[in-house]
């Protein structure tokens, strides 16, 4: 289809005009002359312009029919398939072309997506890197939380060291004043036994004697009474030691429960550790997997880089291709106008 503008009238008027400046017009040189058109109808205008002006010239000059038939079979032989193969060269090359352009406009979509993808990989990264920031300024809070703990640990360990040190020394306290107690038995009944004999050899020796058994009696009482007082202070200072021992051993068993407290809190916070632990790992397995993933990223676009290169290559060797058409439709113009020269020189 001819291009909006283009007539059989424009190529006859171009043509006719080269023909005045001497020149040979071919399809280039009309088609160059006139700015716009296709080769092909270009080309179909300019054989039956020359259609024409072979009859007028067959008019004119009186050359003999046969010879210029057959000089007009040659030259539309010749005409017809250098234009066939610049047509069929040029259907090619635009396929070509627009084959290539598609696939750089595909190749170019995806190196957009690739790098599309490389900027939200890289985004990916850096939240990871930030969550491992995170976690770590966590796992160093924890850290640190772990490390009073276990100096809070290691001084209830020693002020409960110091508590069994403070029960044992009141065990002793007890123990010795239990040994003290029951030598202060021993001693009151041994005192008790002297008494008692002194006193059965005083009421002996004092049987006789009322007013002075009365008054012994009487003494006696009175030093029961005050031993009886003495038996009832010691036995509460007795009971009061035993619910000191209670109390440090209810004490001792408070402590015993804060300290399996605190181990239980313990491996709880180095549960929590090593789970820290194994998520950072974790984080840096998959930030390693990133690198790697990006670093093939950059590998692809090198490979569709090197890939548009070839591509612009073969279209550089297309258009050289045309180029070489070109001077080859060139030459054939060049020797149909040695040919008609000839004729011309045969002629005359």
């Not at 424009?10 to 001497?22: E, P, R, S, Y």
């Amino acid at each position: 289809m001819a291009r909006p503008g283009v007539t059989y009238l424009d190529v006859a008027k171009t043509a006719t005009q080269l023909t005045h400046q001497g020149l040979n017009p071919t399809v280039a040189q009309v088609r160059n002359d006139l700015g716009t058109g296709s080769n092909t109808t270009i080309n179909h205008y300019l054989r039956e312009w020359r259609e024409k002006q072979g009859d007028r010239i067959e008019a004119q000059k009186g050359i003999p029919a046969s010879l210029l038939t057959v000089v007009k079979g040659l030259y539309d032989a010749l005409t017809e398939e250098a234009g066939q193969q610049i047509v069929t060269i040029e259907q090619q090359s635009t396929q070509k072309i627009e084959a290539i352009k598609t696939e750089l406009t595909a190749t170019k979509a995806d190196n957009a997506a690739l790098h599309s993808n490389n900027h939200q990989l890289n985004d990916d990264i850096a939240k990871l890197n930030q969550q491992h920031c995170s976690l770590e300024a966590n796992y160093q809070v924890v850290q640190q939380k772990l490390i009073e703990q276990q100096s809070e640990n290691q001084s209830q360990t020693a002020r409960l060291n110091d508590k069994a040190e403070e029960i044992q020394r009141i065990s002793k306290q007890i123990q010795h004043a239990q040994d003290n107690l029951e030598h202060y038995r021993e001693t009151i009944r041994q005192q008790r036994e002297e008494e008692r004999q002194a006193y059965e050899a005083k009421i002996n020796r004092l049987e006789n004697k009322n007013d002075e058994n009365t008054k012994v009696v009487s003494e006696l009482k009175c030093l029961l009474e005050t031993q009886k007082k003495e038996n009832e202070q010691l036995k509460m200072q007795a009971e009061t030691l035993q619910n000191k021992l209670e109390q440090a051993q209810r004490d001792q068993s408070h402590k015993n429960e804060l300290i399996q407290k605190s181990q239980i809190v313990l491996d709880a916070l180095k549960k929590s550790y090593h789970q820290l632990e194994t998520c950072a790992n974790e984080k840096e397995k998959i930030s390693t997997e990133l690198t790697q993933a990006n670093l093939e990223l950059k590998i692809n676009i090198a490979t569709l880089d090197e890939k548009i290169k070839n591509d612009h290559q073969s279209l550089i060797k297309a258009e050289d291709k045309i180029n070489q058409l070109h001077n080859e439709k060139l030459f054939i113009a060049k020797e149909k106008s040695e040919l008609e020269y000839q004729v011309k020189q045969f002629n005359s």
